[in-house]
């Protein structure tokens, strides 16, 4: 196995350096030097999240300036007022509304989130900081036009079916200044989210990390001539659907509202380091689960060893016929053609439309010999085993599922609920609910160890 | 919840109540104290877990012919003997004895309350008519196993009577029932996508975790007539609804649809018509409903005489989350209702 270089520093301090995929990460190939991507990520544990007058990491305890970051995060005209809340595992406590949740991540020498927070500039190379067993939580407080309720348990049998009932939460209330439109506000809330999440990793600069993770890909095409056996499987990763129009600040790739998006090659690293952020319609899937992707993990963790990880195509759920026709031919060449991929792993955001979006990508790629298999939510509404798929085409036929997030679930009475202010009395006590309602749960994009098993 | 040992009722036929062959199959449901003939493998394997407090018998001919009447006859003599579980064969590829099993498993479960099993060979015509309401465990095609199959049966029956969780189908041995439910994995479903592909890629043998649907395809009937004689209706599940939504059909997951009248009507006005779907972007047919359901054309194809008639009513419905039995009743009441106005053909518009 070969190893990418590592930061001779790091390497003397005897710093354990995880090195993602077995394969040589530069090289030359013929009379052609090139550079591979190389993210370093910096991992520093956290296992206590308090209040404090300066926000400092202090071994694996990160205190919070409360105060400063709440006037950082108030300095927003769409916003009237923050509220910040710590919130512990193992603490009866509810955290309602929950709208998305973020994992702290700062660049040391790059824009963090580029293009929404930062400048329009490449993310995926470079060194960045992320905390580890901390996350930020915003929630929805708005109570005119509420969305779907989403909900994380700290304690209870349903925290261990959630990341986020095992980490500790900065959670972020953030009221809407008069006249803020819906999408105004919600923009709002995410660059407070993203402000916090930067916040807390830079307390880890002058921090020892306690792991360092290396993304390294060379361009798709360099492959050592030792490991040109290996099968080429592609990612291909369905960002926004279009059910539901973007808002002009919604931004999802580098800022952009993907709104005629076409399918997009990317490289992995750069959906790890923030160039893709969940839109405000996130059903089921998280931007922390797309800044810790699990599948683009999980195609790193076979690299050079059972598989070559060719890449990522990013892509939007059309609207209609001929949209969604074009998209997935055209992503079926991408990773066909351009990639040479032989398999191909697809994921889908949203439900039912974007669920059959996918199928006809994978289709197009079946149709092209590239294998594939899908994640899939249990799409049916009433438990039967009949409705769990919303196609049928040749080929597709490598299914893994990631749950029904219809399937009933009681939310047992907890002791205070953080988020959701309006519903908080009621939310406090013994709620009916479905797995969809518990924020981490159900992931589509693979992150969820729920399965719904067929009976 | 049953806690001790357990009372114990078994059913069997004729043949496996040791009452003769074919020639028994016509008699009637009667019952025997005690484990009688295939019983006392289920006494054997229940050892001191449970007793077999009776036997009830019937012949095949008799369950077949007599259908629900039977099974009201045997469900009083099981509920006679007051069991704690019922157990039902295992019928084999039996077809007239694994039906009556399933059929009196059912009745057991849904009538008595009480947990019931049988045992069945995959073929056999009992497994798609009860899979789905009763345990059915898989056997063999004949009797030669017969002890070891029994243990699974019982394995499952004490477990059910015990309350306790019941496994997967693979785990358990029993008939998937085709239901869902959510359960924790040891690995996350990217992990678990990754390995498959890579058993795919390599034509290793792979277990999808989702079955293929099991609807069959329909083909689209030929139009018996030319178009310029026939009466067009259109029908709709994009959600338009008349203002005020009057039959209130569901955002999502609908189990209702409307008709409405387009008499008199050259088009639709989009300031008496609303959209409740949740699937997709509807401000677009909100703009103009003519964009989901195309009455403008119609009316001018039936003015032009390329179409005969526009049917006068147009049937709308939300197609998003709707259960699949909701979806077929739906259809199939929209298209008995055009096939009875004389409609010759239609056109769905989906989204």
């Known amino acids: ?455 | 919840m049953a806690s001790g040992p357990l009372r114990v009722v078994c059913f069997v036929n004729q043949f496996f109540g040791q009452l003769g062959g074919e020639e028994k199959a016509g008699v009637g449901p009667q019952v025997t104290d005690g484990a009688v003939g295939a019983a006392r493998a289920v006494q054997q394997v229940l050892g001191e877990a449970g007793t077999v407090v009776a036997t009830v018998i019937c012949g095949d001919n008799y369950t077949a012919e007599q259908g629900e009447r039977a099974v009201a006859e045997l469900l009083a003599l099981v509920a006679a003997a007051r069991p704690d579980l019922v157990i039902a064969g295992p019928a084999f590829l039996a077809g007239r004895y694994g039906v009556a099993c399933g059929a009196l498993c059912a009745a057991v479960q849904a009538k008595l309350k009480i947990p019931a099993v049988t045992g069945m060979q995959a073929e056999n015509p009992g497994v798609d008519l009860y899979r789905r309401q009763v345990y059915i465990v898989q056997t063999g095609a004949e009797a030669t196993r017969m002890l070891a199959e029994v243990k699974r049966l019982i394995a499952l029956g004490l477990k059910l009577a015990r309350g306790e969780a019941i496994g997967a189908p693979a785990v358990e041995g029993y008939f998937a029932r085709g239901v869902t439910r959510n359960v924790v994995t040891g690995a996350t479903a990217a992990d678990r996508a990754t390995a498959m592909l890579l058993d795919k890629l390599a034509g290793r043998p792979f277990a999808s975790e989702v079955p293929r649907p099991a609807f069959p395809s329909v083909p689209a009937p030929r139009l018996v007539k030319t178009l310029e004689g026939a009466t067009i209706a259109l029908v709709t599940d994009g959600g338009l609804v008349p203002r005020g939504n009057p039959d209130g059909i569901e955002a999502l997951n609908a189990t209702r649809y409307g008709a409405y009248s387009i008499e008199g009507k050259a088009g639709l006005e989009a300031a008496q018509y609303d959209n409740p779907h949740r699937g997709y972007d509807t401000s677009w047919v909100k703009q103009d409903p003519h964009r989901l359901v195309p009455v403008d054309v119609a009316r001018d194809l039936e003015q032009s005489g390329a179409i005969g008639k526009l049917h006068e009513t147009v049937y709308s419905t939300v197609g998003v989350a709707t259960t699949l039995a909701h979806s077929a009743r739906m259809g199939q009441e929209i298209a008995e209702k055009l096939r009875a106005a004389g409609v010759d053909a239609v056109i769905l518009t989906s989204t």
């Open chain 1, 1 to 455: 196995m070969a190893v990418a270089p590592r930061s001779p520093r790091l390497a003397r301090r005897g710093v354990l350096t995880v090195e993602s995929g077995g394969a040589s990460s530069s090289g030359r190939v013929g009379r052609l030097y090139y550079r591979a991507m190389r993210l370093e990520l910096r991992w520093s544990e956290v296992d206590e999240l308090v209040a404090g007058s300066s926000t400092r990491l202090a071994g694996r305890r990160l205190e919070v300036d409360l105060d400063a970051l709440s006037r950082l995060l108030a300095r927003d005209a769409r916003l009237r007022g923050i509220r910040l809340d710590l919130v512990h595992p193992g603490e009866r406590c509810r955290i309602g509304r929950v709208f998305d949740v973020v994992a702290p991540r700062a660049r040391l020498d790059g824009e963090d989130f580029p293009g929404v927070l930062g400048g329009v500039a490449r993310a995926g190379h470079g060194t960045t900081l992320a905390l580890a067993g901390v996350a930020v939580v915003a929630t929805d407080q708005q109570t005119d036009s509420v969305g779907t309720l989403a909900v994380i348990d700290m304690a209870g049998p349903n925290a261990a079916l959630s990341a986020f009932g095992a980490t500790e939460n900065l959670v972020i209330s953030a009221w809407p200044a008069p006249g803020a439109e819906r999408s105004d506000y919600l923009a709002a809330v995410r660059l407070a989210a993203l402000k916090a999440a930067v916040h807390l990793a830079r307390a880890a600069r002058e921090a020892e990390p306690d792991r360092v993770e290396v993304f390294a890909l060379p361009p798709s095409p360099r492959v050592p001539a030792e490991l040109a056996h290996l099968p080429r499987v592609a990612y291909v990763f369905q960002i926004h659907s279009h059910q539901r129009p973007t808002g002009l600040d919604e931004g999802i790739l580098y800022g952009d509202p993907v709104r005629r998006m076409l399918p997009t090659l990317v490289h992995p690293n750069e959906v790890l380091d923030g160039a893709v952020l969940r839109g405000f319609m996130g059903r089921s899937v998280t931007t922390w689960a797309t800044q810790n992707h699990p599948v683009i993990r999980a195609l790193y963790a076979q690299h050079g060893r059972t598989l070559w990880f060719a890449g990522v195509v990013v892509t939007v759920a059309q609207a209609t016929e001929p949209e969604r026709v074009r998209s997935a031919f055209l992503t079926a060449g991408i990773v066909a053609h351009t990639l040479g991929a032989d398999g191909a792993v697809l994921t889908k955001i949203g439900g039912g439309a974007p669920h059959v979006d996918m199928a006809q990508a994978a289709a197009q790629c079946e149709a092209l010999g590239v294998k594939t298999t899908l994640l899939v939510e249990d799409m049916s509404t009433d438990g039967s085993a009949e409705g769990m798929l919303l196609f049928d085409f040749p080929g597709v036929d490598a299914l893994v599922n990631v749950g029904s997030s219809h399937e009933p679930l009681t939310l047992p009475p907890m002791d205070r609920v953080v988020g959701a202010d309006d519903l908080a009395p009621g939310l406090q006590g013994e709620t009916r609910a479905t797995y969809g309602t518990l924020c981490g749960a159900i992931e589509q994009i693979g992150a969820t160890r729920v399965m719904a098993e067929v009976r």
